[in-house]
């Protein structure tokens, strides 16, 4: 990948990021992310598809409720937003082809300013595109997914799709036609929602219904319109349980599954998981990709953290070998991301304010997802991991507990064979040895 730079350097000293081995100890190369290497059939750059995330990347400040900004983005600074556009858009490129990132992510306000006049906005977002379209053919770099902001404005406080008043509605409906005919123009391979604010404060003033259809008729009609338009990737929910609302429809992927299924969306959309959604669901980040997994809809992810002591989304970059690599076992035998690919939903902290901490953050966080994909595959191709687990189910591969699962058993048959076998056997789940098991080819 060709590193581009516009008319002004925005991360001088800091070269193309390269592979180095587990030797190095420089801190701007990689030490396992070597992007050719093959693990499970395919390379490391094929399994990830890495994505820059626009937001936190080029539009994060290190603001939050009890501080202004500190992260002061010279490419932030003219005072025309076209020029603030292309300037972001300059920074972007030579950030994502110096580090080597296949891919990129936006929401539409990410890569233009917002204003409320829709045929302004959409114009300034054809600016964008118009920009930014050699510059993906010059770096080779892909579109990984887009979407639209529905949750930042104050128009969005009761929600977008789920809103009690149809105007705000049919404001969300500009901006996502907006941003899919954005993702169409650049070749996108998947459009997200995310949301942000499609849910409730409280039950006593909200119709959860009608609320509901409502997101499901919005989905409806933007697939529909996408398909229209050509468009053959595909749609993403991404779950989180809240904040900003108290309850978030989209609470975690099980709850987003009985949604698809109910409202006839199941053959357009997959999933899009985020580790610091599903801690905030009270599940593992393993649990939700399982339950993607089950259902055949694990398509994308977002890779971040939480704090176990915050209980909010704090979107710190991952650097937990355990952690990934359950989560990398999971989506191994899952067969991989259909269609997506792992996207850095994570900024570095209020208090990291060099340029180049934006380069040792992304880099360690693909050197862990490496290390993890070479150790999961090892724990799947070299251990008795999967063999511990099938013979604890084994009972129902022949015989009477075969014929349960083919629905050949009635109750009354359960009856009889629960006094025919007598009381089972004590058998252990080795939970202790599995842990111990992931924890000895880590170590």
């Keep these: 990948m060709a590193v581009l730079l516009g008319e002004k350097e925005y991360f001088p000293g800091i070269g193309e990021i390269k592979y180095e081995g587990p030797e190095s100890m420089n801190p701007l190369a990689f030490r396992w992310y070597d992007e050719n290497r093959v693990v499970a059939g395919k390379t490391l750059k094929e399994h990830f598809k890495f994505g820059m995330a626009y937001w936190h990347t080029l539009s994060g400040d290190g603001s939050d409720p009890f501080g202004s900004a500190t992260h002061l983005h010279p490419w932030d600074q003219a005072a025309d937003p076209i020029q603030r556009l292309k300037d972001k858009a300059d920074a972007a490129f030579e950030f994502l082809t110096k580090l080597g990132l296949p891919y990129f992510c936006f929401h539409d306000v990410d890569v233009a300013d917002y204003t409320p006049n829709v045929e302004e906005f959409e114009a300034r977002l054809q600016a964008w595109v118009d920009y930014v379209k050699p510059k993906m053919e010059q770096s080779g770099a892909k579109l990984l997914w887009g979407t639209a902001n529905l949750f930042s404005h104050v128009r969005y406080m009761n929600g977008a799709a789920t809103n009690p008043d149809f105007a705000v509605l049919a404001h969300g409906g500009a901006q996502v036609k907006a941003a899919i005919d954005a ?29 509901q259809e409502h997101l499901a008729r919005f989905l409806h009609v933007a697939k529909d319109y996408a398909r229209s338009k050509g468009f053959k990737g595909t749609f993403f929910i991404e779950p989180k349980p809240m904040e900003p609302t108290k309850h978030q429809y989209d609470y975690d992927a099980a709850t987003v599954i009985g949604f698809l299924r109910q409202y006839g969306l199941m053959d357009d959309f997959k999933l899009n998981l985020e580790v610091n959604h599903a801690t905030l669901a009270g599940h593992t980040f393993a649990h939700e990709l399982q339950v993607a997994v089950d259902a055949g809809l694990l398509g994308s992810i977002d890779a971040n953290r939480g704090d176990y002591q915050n209980g909010w989304d704090t979107d710190q970059f991952p650097n937990d070998i355990y952690e990934l690599t359950e989560s990398l076992l999971v989506i191994l035998e899952g067969g991989g991301l259909q269609g997506g690919g792992v996207n850095f939903d994570a900024k570095r902290r209020r208090n990291s304010t060099d340029p180049a901490d934006l380069f040792y953050a992304h880099i360690g966080a693909m050197d862990v997802f490496a290390k993890a994909m070479i150790i999961a595959d090892q724990i799947l191709t070299s251990s008795e991991y999967k063999q511990i687990r099938a013979d604890r189910y084994a009972s129902f591969d022949s015989g009477k507990g075969k014929e349960f699962e083919n629905g050949t058993l009635g109750l009354a048959d359960l009856r009889d064979l629960a006094i025919e076998l007598g009381e089972p056997e004590v058998r252990s789940g080795r939970q202790e040895y599995l842990e111990n098991l992931i924890n000895r080819y880590i170590l």
Excluded at 189 to 206: D, I, P, Q, S
């Design 183 to 211: 993702t169409i123009a650049l070749g996108g391979e998947n459009y997200v929602f995310w949301g942000g604010r499609e849910g409730y404060m409280t039950l006593l003033n909200t119709d959860m219904k009608r609320e």
